[in-house]
């Protein structure tokens, strides 16, 4: 099995998508070069195959294909947080009647002492279901209780992981193998049309969840027992609808469905209705306004408007609901994206952070680093949707038959599809037809001279490696573009020598930010309960980053006087939170300059995207080398 470093090698690799030398890995990952090369040389050992080709100049990279082998294989088998293993091991023991503990802790790719702390973990949350528990004979293991509760269970753990993506019914769907649920949801919408009934919309996607788990659970031969269905009487409507979808899907499936089936069914669309349920109804009219007042803060805050994201507002009315109930009746999640959230989309668990601050202020509430996290994915669901919108718009021209057009589109829409998108394939160049188009960037196959003030990037019919380097450079050229200005003025301006910082030896997260505090304060740049707000954010959740940094702020702006951003680098690698720090960005931002926040973020996600430039951060000695390094 592979080790924790070489695992994080491959998550390196493969989030930088491109060649990284063997002396940026060493260091960001504190090692020496020797060791990186055994690493990747067992890497490649353990999957039997040259996962990790090396070129003596470029340096490391994984191979095209087997990339996406990689993450295939580490959703699958390799969770990355303790939080992400539990809610796996108790997927599977859901999934299966008993499951070998030596098998199960091999597949974790932990020991056995600790898949033993992982059940005791999880021994603990299922006292929130009923008769649950976990069984031990011999070297096997087996979730013991009624079926009722299982599939309560697994219709949570599906909810949890699709938190954010609750809406995109294809996510959903991909949870059920044996069937394919947009059909099965095709089924049950023709039935409710033809009955004319009236479902709340807002519970279509925990619906299909629902469903999805009853016919898993019946196609995996798992049914209630006699007294264990729901005796609550229901409408005869809602009878009939159960039956006919049910009788529908039984031919589809070639499924055997019990009376009890049917049943119990009916009494969970009684509770759906739109007009009968009334409790969850009412939630939604506490949080509706909320809401509402979040998105327009976002907008205020951070200069990103979600206001027309229909999306967005129901999954966070929803989720935020859910937060309620689960306050209310003392119930504790876990949530195993929450360091992947972390690690990279530091701008959007900085939203979450400060959306659940707004939430306990108006609510009254304390709400977990968990749930935190569910709500920076809804945020994070949303900001991937408007950065769609802005994709940068790029005209090709490619006087080529069309087999050659259509190959060279392709490679390009393959490698870029994130950041750009082509809008028009012409075979010739006419100035007036590309003014039209109001594209922001032009790839040619062929030289082309022109006046206008497009970036122009020639590349090969065939788009070759040196070709995709070529695009990568223009495209990086227009985002410095974009927010050059405000970069310089924001960050740069704000970087001040004297709060500049090398070799600091300080071993304590509370010691870095009281010095930095401290230093700030004597100079007049912020009020003496700055540090207080400090720390208060930090103990909201540790704000330290997967390849060793940390931003500790302040989330009021009323305590500063003038911006400025504190930096430090540590003599030491410090424990912060679950990283290892090196670098520290302390941020002190007026009301005046808020905005600066989401153009920090930018530049935040630049970096951590690229590993050989923050390597370079690491190793300045000075203010005026930090600057240049920066740029």
């Known amino acids: ?39 990747i040389a067992a890497i490649n050992e353990f999957y039997a195959d040259t996962m990790i080709e090396s070129n003596i100049r470029k340096g490391y990279r994984i191979q095209g294909e087997k990339a996406k082998r990689f993450t295939e294989e580490t959703k699958k088998e390799i969770p990355e947080t303790g939080e992400e293993r539990r809610w796996m091991i108790l997927k599977i023991l859901v999934e299966h009647n008993q499951v070998n503990l030596y098998q199960l802790a091999e597949q974790m790719c932990i020991s056995e002492f600790s898949l033993e702390n992982d059940m005791n973990k999880i021994r603990k949350l299922l006292d929130n279901y009923q008769g649950l528990k976990i069984v031990r004979q011999s070297n096997m293991l087996q979730l013991s209780g009624g079926e009722r509760e299982k599939r309560h269970l697994y219709e949570e753990l599906i909810s949890f992981k699709m938190s954010g993506n609750l809406w995109n019914l294809n996510k959903v769907a991909e949870n059920f193998i044996r069937f394919d649920l947009l059909k099965v949801k095709n089924v049950l919408k023709n039935i409710f049309e033809e009955s004319n009934y009236q479902m709340n919309e807002v519970r279509i996607p925990s619906l299909l969840i629902h469903v999805g788990v009853i016919l898993e659970r019946n196609l995996a031969c798992h049914f209630f027992k006699e007294d264990e269905y729901q005796q609550e009487k229901y409408g005869i409507e809602e009878y009939e609808i159960s039956r006919h979808f049910f009788e529908k899907i039984s031919e589809k499936l070639s499924l055997q469905v019990r009376e009890s089936e049917i049943c119990d069914f009916a009494v969970y669309l009684k509770h759906g209705k739109r007009k009968g349920y009334c409790e969850e109804e009412q939630l939604q009219g506490l949080v509706s306004d909320l809401v509402q007042h979040i998105i327009v803060e976002i907008r205020e805050h951070f200069d990103i408007d979600f206001s027309e994201d229909r999306e967005f507002r129901l999954g966070l009315e929803v989720h935020t609901v859910s937060l309620l109930k689960r306050h209310y009746a003392h119930v504790e999640i876990d949530n195993a994206c929450l360091e992947e959230v972390k690690r990279k989309y530091p701008l959007i668990f900085e939203m979450g952070v400060w959306v659940c601050k707004i939430m306990e202020e108006h609510l009254n509430i304390i709400i977990s680093e968990n749930e935190i996290s569910f709500i920076a994915l809804h945020i994070g669901s949303a900001y ?22 259509d190959l060279c589109i392709q490679k390009i829409v393959n490698r870029f599809q994130e950041r750009m998108e082509i809008v028009e394939c012409m075979s010739y160049f006419e100035e007036s037809l590309i003014k039209e188009k109001n594209p922001d960037l032009i790839l040619t196959t062929q030289p082309v001279e022109h006046t206008l003030d497009i970036e122009t990037t020639e590349v090969s019919m065939f788009f070759a490696y040196k070709d995709e380097a070529a695009v990568f450079q223009t495209l990086n050229r227009l985002d410095q573009i974009r927010y050059k200005n405000n970069f310089q003025f924001f960050i740069l301006n704000l970087i001040r020598e004297e709060f500049f910082t090398v070799n600091m030896e300080e071993d304590q997260p509370e010691k870095i930010i009281s010095h930095m505090c401290d230093k700030l304060h004597v100079r007049g740049y912020v009020k003496e309960d700055f540090k207080a707000g400090v720390l208060k954010r930090e103990s909201l959740s540790p704000t330290s980053f997967f390849h060793g940094f940390a931003i500790p702020h302040n989330m009021s702006h009323q305590a500063t006087i003038h911006s400025a951003i504190s930096t430090a680098i540590l003599k030491q690698p410090v424990q912060w939170g679950s990283y290892e720090v090196r670098f520290v960005l302390l941020l002190a931002i007026t009301e005046e300059n808020r905005n600066f926040l989401k153009i920090f973020f930018d530049w935040l996600n630049d970096i951590v995207s690229n590993p050989e430039k923050f390597a370079r951060l690491l190793e300045v000695q000075d203010y005026q080398n930090f600057v240049n390094a920066l740029l």
């Open 1 to 39: 099995m592979l080790t924790k470093r070489q695992h994080m090698i491959m998550t390196i690799m493969h989030n930088q998508k491109d060649w990284i030398v063997g002396k940026d890995l060493a260091k960001l990952l504190n090692v020496s070069d020797r060791t990186i090369r055994n690493d």
């Open 384 to 405: 991937e949707r408007a950065n769609l919108r802005r994709k940068y718009r790029c005209l090709l021209i490619c006087p080529h038959n069309q087999m050659v057009k």
